[in-house]
């Protein structure tokens, strides 16, 4: 037997990604933010100059913030970035704005 003898007949075979493949190509979302004013932010990473923009803040408040109203640590300390769902979980629970 010979190596042509096996060629003989086309090989088929079929292939299907398995679901979390799937799943990864959808997660192509449409971004939250202004992905052209802040190319260093994503879906998931708000950086420092986006915080500063939501909240119409200085550098100092936000310092101030995270010492005496629980505002959340950065990720990274340089550059400074923040987990956006976490920044949004701060508005929520702590309002974002001192309760009087």
């Known amino acids: 037997m010979n190596y042509s003898d096996f ?3 086309p090989m088929n075979f079929t292939y299907s ?3 979390f493949v799937r799943e990864s190509a959808k997660q192509t979302e449409k971004p939250v933010y202004d992905a052209e004013r802040y190319p260093e932010s994503s879906n998931k990473i708000m950086c420092h100059q986006e915080v500063l ?4 803040k200085k550098r100092t408040t936000i310092i101030a913030w995270r010492k005496n109203r629980n505002f959340p640590e950065p990720i990274s300390k340089s550059p ?6 976490a920044v949004m979980e701060w508005i929520e629970h702590e309002g974002g704005f001192k309760v009087s």
């Open 80 to 85: 400074l970035r923040w987990i956006r769902a």
């Open 53 to 56: 923009d939501f909240f119409n």
């Open 17 to 19: 990604a398995p679901a």
């Open 7 to 9: 060629n003989q007949s």
